[in-house]
């Protein structure tokens, strides 16, 4: 948790089984695909260019990269996090 957060674990989950049907599915599918991308982040860092995840994620962030050259307000260090934080996200969504 954080500093900003003064909620509990508890509170949370209480909070959650509070909810109504569609905001307590919709909560519980954000937190989900927060662990997927935790698991499949943390699998990347210690697999490197063996997992399965990294390429399109890299090329991704090329990607993006070159498109923040071209776009002068851009830049291509924002480009590349857009790119490849796009890529992750379609990656993490076609693995189930």
Do not use: C
Request: cysteine-free; overall charge positive.
């Amino acid at each position: 948790m954080t500093d900003f957060d003064t909620t509990t674990q508890n509170e949370t989950a209480s909070t959650a089984e509070s909810l109504p049907g569609d905001k307590r599915r919709e909560r519980e599918r954000r937190e989900r695909i927060a662990d997927e991308a935790k698991t499949e982040a943390s699998a990347m860092f210690k697999e490197g260019m063996k997992h399965p995840s990294t390429k399109p994620v890299l090329k991704g962030a090329a990607i993006g990269a070159v498109a923040g050259i071209i776009l002068p307000i851009v830049g291509p260090l924002i480009g590349a996090a857009a790119g490849g934080g796009y890529a992750f996200y379609k990656r993490l969504n076609s693995v189930k």
